[in-house]
């Protein structure tokens, strides 16, 4: 056997692979990262200066401890839960997955379509901006008594609008000019960057700020936190609205006919536009509800976090590719994958303000490999799942039945040639 074959028999395997075993292998995998993590973190503090060491293993000493770094790590993202189940950090790890929540559903409709939508965080900042100027200038159009009722579903709204058309464009220009998405979505993050930018210093600027943001949202429409104190930027109903919008997506994506033609557009373009599905409409269709969910996402930064539209806007529509190839692109998985990246972000900035924690570099590096480790299976799975064909059938958390199911599902009929009630017979033809 060839090493070719070699490789393509692993990632048939990792296609082929249960959720059980994909789970198993994600915790080995972070298990590794943390090894690896811990390793590196001795050998720096070798190379470190410090007035006692922390950690000595057979004689060599080190600055830095590798399990009290982890240690702090992880409950620097968790704060003492016992004490105090609503603290400060609890709030910023959950307000962390909130928003990176809707930048992964983002990020996995486009890439179940077989889209690349690298542009999340165009369309979130495009969404970021309609709902601040949305907001700001209803604000005085409505009666008293009747703000948060009427700000925050405008402002939600005004996100997802704009942000859907935004998607749209390069969804429009791969269907209809054959444009590649990823580098036109890549040209239109910078292109919102600008633009915004622009708007907002030269004519929505705040009166006196030394920097580029518009005013203040009215108090009605910032979403407070009822559990975690306000100062914590986190509000619960905005987090199961979150999971609302999980539930709804999986919905649509797995039991609807639009959910078929969009899966099947990603499984096998030739084979659904046989059956009746109009490729090009799915594509727009597609990156606009993928845009839709990043301007929300925007929305929620805007309402819930800073109060305002500034243009120094984190890179969460970035984050948000990771957050989806993490959780295979399932819907499902947003939720666990969005928790991990929010617990790391919320622990490395408890780490790095602890008076003993390693440089944040050296955080950094930590952070990323458990990213890195976590994300190499699915990653190279998605990719098997392009290139490779496998025998058995799909496991359910990929749209497929589970083993002892044998009905044919779309994917299965599409994979394999068979027909499916949504397809037209020739004669219908």
Do not use: H
């Not at 539930?247 to 969009?262: K, S, V």
């Not at 790391?344 to 008076?355: F, N, R, T, Y």
């Not at 390693?358 to 490999?369: A, D, M, T, Y």
């Not at 480790?373 to 392009?386: D, S, T």
Request: proline letters at 5%; charged letters at 15%; aromatic letters at 10%.
């Amino acid at each position: 056997m060839s090493r070719r074959d070699d490789i393509e028999d692993g990632l048939a395997r990792l296609v082929a692979a249960s959720w059980v075993e994909r789970l198993l292998l994600s915790l080995a995998a972070l298990a590794a990262s943390i090894v690896v993590g811990g390793v590196i973190v001795v050998v720096s503090g070798m190379a470190a200066t410090c007035e006692e060491p922390a950690f000595a293993f057979f004689g060599p000493t080190s600055c830095y401890d590798p399990v009290g770094v982890y240690v702090q790590l992880f409950q620097g993202a968790i704060g003492n839960v016992l004490a105090d189940p609503f603290n400060f950090q609890i709030a910023l790890t959950l307000k962390e997955t909130t928003l990176l929540v809707f930048t992964g559903l983002s990020v996995a409709v486009a890439f179940r379509a077989g889209l690349f939508n690298i542009g999340s965080q165009g369309q979130l900042v495009a969404g970021a901006l309609a709902t601040a100027l949305a907001v700001l200038f209803a604000a005085p159009l409505v009666p008293a008594g009747l703000g948060t009722i009427v700000l925050v579903p405008l402002g939600v709204i005004a996100g997802a609008i704009v942000g859907g058309l935004y998607g749209a464009i390069p969804g429009a220009l791969k269907a209809y000019a054959d444009a590649n998405e990823v580098i036109t979505t890549i040209m239109l993050n910078f292109v919102a960057a600008q633009v915004a930018f622009f708007l907002v210093s030269s004519y929505f600027p705040a009166p006196g700020s030394q920097s580029v943001e518009t005013r203040t949202v009215p108090g009605a429409a910032v979403l407070e936190s009822t559990l975690f104190g306000s100062g914590s930027n986190f509000s619960v109903f905005v987090f199961v609205f979150g999971l609302a919008l999980v539930a709804g997506l999986y919905y649509l994506i797995e039991r609807t006919a639009f959910g078929y033609d969009l899966r099947t557009s990603g499984l096998q373009p030739e084979a659904a536009e046989y059956g009746g599905v109009d490729a090009d409409r799915t594509i727009v269709t597609s990156m606009a509800l993928s845009g839709a969910f990043a301007g929300i996402g925007g929305a929620v930064w805007v309402l819930m976090v800073t109060g305002r539209f500034t243009a120094s806007v984190p890179s969460l529509g970035f984050d948000g590719i990771t957050v989806s190839i993490l959780a295979g692109n399932n819907p499902l998985g947003v939720v666990p994958a969005a928790l991990l990246f929010g617990v790391l972000k919320s622990g490395s900035l408890a780490l790095q303000l602890s008076a003993e924690s390693p440089p944040k570099q050296l955080v950094g590096v930590l952070r990323g490999l458990i990213i890195l480790f976590v994300a190499m299976p699915e990653f190279f799975r998605l990719l098997g799942k392009r290139f490779v064909t496998t025998g058995r059938d799909p496991v359910a958390t990929d749209g497929g039945k589970p083993v002892e199911d044998r009905r044919s599902s779309p994917d299965e009929q599409i994979e394999s040639g068979g027909s499916t009630e949504f397809e037209r017979t020739e004669g219908e033809q």
